[in-house]
């Protein structure tokens, strides 16, 4: 079981601390929660533990790899993908090979054997469409396979990005705001899906404004406030906590 080690990380944009001394564990077959107030620095972190920023000082570990200074396309190598804030599809395309996208760690035949159109690339891409509409069926779209991504509902193109994230078969997802946009059912559909990663083994972070999905759906939550981590635990703990009720309602 692979377990995300954050150990006092700081993100300095000039004279500005955008994460200040933060540190976290999201161990594998949980889900963890990370909440906080607008502008609280929670996509700045997914962004440098998945590669998009540097590290100012800290470090970052996913089991026994260091990935402090990784940059992003060896991060998504050791195990670790995630879904982001803003929808990011082809949006002329089909749901379907919006999907197969994410199978890319799965193909073994060459450039030039898939632009000859060889049996082997064939047989390839065969083996992962299939793999695709199983996906499709697990999130209960295979009957929107061929229609094109960008004329779906907000709703379904977010499960189209989470399934191409999960694609790639990683250890780890770090899920930006899944449910924003959705209502109570949407939302409950998800959180049944991300249970199940999570009893399969797989580690999920999930960043969420959603403070009642969050404590529904998580183990141990974390909340960031101007960059700092002022509170972390249970749900419970966390949602009585006196200073992530200032934090989000104020003194």
Not at 57 to 63: D, E, L
Request: with cysteine; proline share 4%; aromatic share 4%.
């Amino acid at each position: 079981m692979t377990t995300l080690s954050i150990q006092n990380l700081c993100k300095n944009f000039g004279g500005v601390a955008a994460v200040s001394d933060v540190s976290m564990e999201i161990p594998a077959g949980k889900i963890t929660g990370l909440i906080g107030p607008n502008g609280a620095g929670k996509t700045t972190l997914i962004n440098l533990i998945t590669g998009i920023l540097s590290v100012s000082s800290g470090n970052i570990r996913f089991g026994d790899q260091d990935l402090t200074h990784s940059p992003a396309h060896m991060v998504a190598r050791s195990g670790i993908t995630r879904t982001f804030q803003n929808i990011r599809l082809l949006t002329e395309a089909s749901v379907i090979d919006n999907v197969m996208i994410g199978f890319y760690r799965a193909e073994t035949t060459t450039t030039a054997a898939s632009l000859l159109g060889l049996p082997s690339a064939r047989r390839e891409s065969a083996t992962i469409r299939e793999r695709a509409a199983a996906l499709l069926d697990r999130f209960g779209m295979l009957p929107l396979a061929a229609h094109e991504a960008g004329g779906l509902a907000y709703g379904h193109q977010r499960r189209v990005e989470m399934m191409r994230a999960l694609a790639s078969e990683p250890t780890l997802i770090l899920l930006d705001e899944p449910v924003a946009g959705m209502n109570d059912v949407e939302a409950g559909e998800l959180g049944d899906i991300f249970s199940q990663l999570a009893r399969d083994g797989m580690g999920v972070l999930l960043i969420e404004h959603n403070v009642r999905f969050v404590t529904k759906r998580c183990d141990h939550v974390y909340v960031l406030d101007s960059g700092r981590m002022i509170a972390s635990g249970t749900p419970t703990e966390v949602i009585n906590n006196p200073a992530v009720i200032t934090a989000y309602l104020g003194a």
